[in-house]
C-alpha cells in the first residue's frame, strides 16, 4: 500500500512538472505551447542547478580559490534568467506571440549554457568529452518543442556556433596560423590530427542534428495530424448532437402512447418469463431485462447538449446519452411495431407487403420475446382502435395470424404456457 502511495505520488508530482498535456486541450495551439515552455524551463532549471553543482565540486576539489568564481557567478545567473523566463511565460498564457518568443529564448538560453560549462571544463583532461557531451543534450531539449522551424533554426546556429568554439576553445587554431600566410596554414593544419578531430566532430554534429530535425518532423507531422483529427472529430461530434437532438425531439414527441409504467411493467415480467421458458442465456435475459423497459429513461436523455467549453468527460456523458437514447429510439420503434401489427390485423389492413416490412424490423431473438409479450397485452388491453380480447381470442390470434412475426420455438413455447401469461396478466 506504501508503494502504491508513492508511485501515485510521485507519477503525480511528475506530471505536475513534466507532464506535456497535463489538463490541456490538445487543439488548442497556445495551450499546448505554453505547457510546453513551462516543462522546459523546469528541466532548464534542473539542468542549470547540475551544472552549478558540478561547478561548486570542481571548484571544493581543485581547492582553487579562483574556481569559486564560476559557481559564484553560474549559480545566480540560473535564478535571474530562469525568473525572467518564467516572467515571459506567465505575462499572457494565451498570446501565441509572447509565448513563441519564450520558447526562442528557452533555446537560446539552453545553448548557451551548455557552452559555458564547456568553455570551463573543456581543458580538463577528464571533463572536456563530458561537457562537450552536453551539446547534443542541447539539441535534444529543444526538440522537446516538436517545432521544425525552431529545430532548423536552432541547428544551423548551433552548427555556426560550435564550429567558432572548435577553433578558438577546442583547439585554437590562432597558434597553427600565427606568422603563416594562408597556403603554408593549409598545409600544416591539414596534416595536423586537429584538423580530422575537428572535421569529425563537426560531421557527427551534422548527422546527429539531421536525425533529431527527422524525429521533430515526424513528431510534428504526427501531432498535426491528431490536433486535425480531434478538431474534425469535435466538429462532427456536434453536428451529430445537434441532429440527434432533433431526430430524438421528432422520436420522443410522439412517447406519450407508449409510456404507460403498468403496461412497461408487465411487458418486462412477462418477457423475463417467456425468455426463461425459451431458454435465453443469462446475458440475453439481461438485455430483456433492460431493454424491455429502457424508455422509461427517456427523461434522461432530454437534455443533449455540447458545452461550448466541452472536455474529454463532457464527451463521454454526451456519447452515455447519445447511446441511451438510440436505445430508447429503438424500444420505441418496437412498441410502435407492435401498434402497427395491432391495429392492421384489427382493421384487416395487412398483406404481404406489410408484413415483410414488419418482419425487417428488429428481428433479433430478443426483439421477438418482448414484441410477442407486449403484442399479447396490447391485444388484452383496452386501446382507441379496440375493444379488449379475451385470453382465448389472442391466442387464436397468435396461431392464425402472428406466428408469421415469430419464430416457430418460440411461439410454441408461448402457446404451450399460455395460461401461464394469462395468470401474471390477470394478476398484476
Not at 606568422?179 to 590530427?193: A, H, M, N, T, W
Not at 563537426?202 to 507531422?221: A, L, P
Not at 392464425?400 to 411461439?411: D, G, I, P, S
Amino acid at each position: 500500500m506504501a508503494g502504491k502511495k508513492l508511485k501515485r505520488a510521485t507519477k503525480g508530482l511528475f506530471n505536475r512538472f513534466f507532464g506535456f498535456e497535463n489538463e490541456i486541450d490538445i487543439t488548442n495551439e497556445v495551450a499546448v505551447l505554453h505547457r510546453r515552455n513551462v516543462v522546459i524551463k523546469n528541466i532548464i532549471f534542473i539542468s542549470n542547478l547540475f551544472y552549478s553543482l558540478l561547478l561548486s565540486i570542481f571548484a571544493y576539489v581543485s581547492e582553487t580559490t579562483a574556481n569559486w568564481i564560476y559557481p559564484a557567478i553560474f549559480f545566480p545567473f540560473t535564478f535571474f534568467i530562469n525568473a525572467i523566463i518564467n516572467s515571459l511565460i506567465k505575462i499572457d498564457r494565451h498570446d501565441k506571440t509572447r509565448q513563441q518568443i519564450a520558447m526562442y529564448v528557452m533555446a537560446l538560453y539552453v545553448f548557451i549554457s551548455v557552452v559555458l560549462v564547456y568553455m570551463r571544463f573543456y581543458h580538463e583532461p577528464y571533463f572536456e568529452t563530458t561537457s562537450y557531451i552536453l551539446i547534443y543534450y542541447a539539441i535534444v531539449v529543444i526538440s522537446l518543442y516538436q517545432s521544425k522551424s525552431l529545430m532548423l533554426w536552432s541547428s544551423g546556429g548551433m552548427i555556426a556556433a560550435i564550429t567558432i568554439i572548435h577553433f578558438t576553445v577546442t583547439y585554437n587554431v590562432s597558434n597553427i596560423a600565427e606568422g603563416k600566410s594562408v597556403i603554408e596554414f593549409l598545409r600544416v593544419f591539414l596534416k595536423d590530427p586537429a584538423f580530422y578531430d575537428l572535421l569529425m566532430r563537426t560531421v557527427i554534429f551534422v548527422i546527429f542534428s539531421v536525425v533529431i530535425f527527422t524525429i521533430v518532423s515526424m513528431g510534428h507531422y504526427m501531432q498535426e495530424q491528431r490536433r486535425n483529427e480531434l478538431v474534425k472529430r469535435r466538429e462532427i461530434q456536434e453536428d451529430f448532437t445537434n441532429i440527434v437532438s432533433d431526430l430524438f425531439k421528432v422520436v420522443l414527441s410522439a412517447k406519450s402512447p407508449f409510456i404507460n409504467r403498468q403496461h412497461i411493467d408487465l411487458v418486462q415480467k412477462s418477457s423475463i418469463h417467456l425468455a426463461a421458458l425459451f431458454g435465453t442465456t443469462e446475458e440475453e435475459t439481461r438485455q430483456i431485462r433492460e431493454y424491455s423497459a429502457i424508455h422509461l429513461r427517456i427523461n434522461e436523455i432530454s437534455d443533449l447538449i455540447v458545452p461550448e467549453e466541452a472536455d474529454e468527460v463532457d464527451y463521454d456523458k454526451l456519447k452515455q446519452k447519445t447511446e441511451l437514447g438510440t436505445l430508447i429510439a429503438k424500444r420505441l420503434q418496437l412498441a410502435q411495431k407492435t401498434d402497427d401489427i395491432a391495429r392492421a390485423h384489427i382493421e384487416g389492413a395487412y398483406n404481404d407487403k406489410f408484413t415483410l416490412e414488419m418482419m425487417q424490423i428488429q428481428p433479433e431473438i430478443t426483439a421477438q420475446i418482448i414484441l410477442l409479450c407486449d403484442l399479447y397485452i396490447t391485444m388484452r388491453g383496452q386501446q382507441s382502435y379496440k375493444r379488449p380480447y379475451p385470453h382465448d381470442i389472442v391466442v387464436k390470434t397468435f396461431e392464425k395470424q402472428f406466428h408469421v412475426y415469430f419464430e416457430y420455438n418460440l411461439l410454441d413455447r408461448f402457446l404451450r404456457f399460455a395460461s401461464e401469461f394469462e395468470k401474471i396478466y390477470n394478476e398484476f
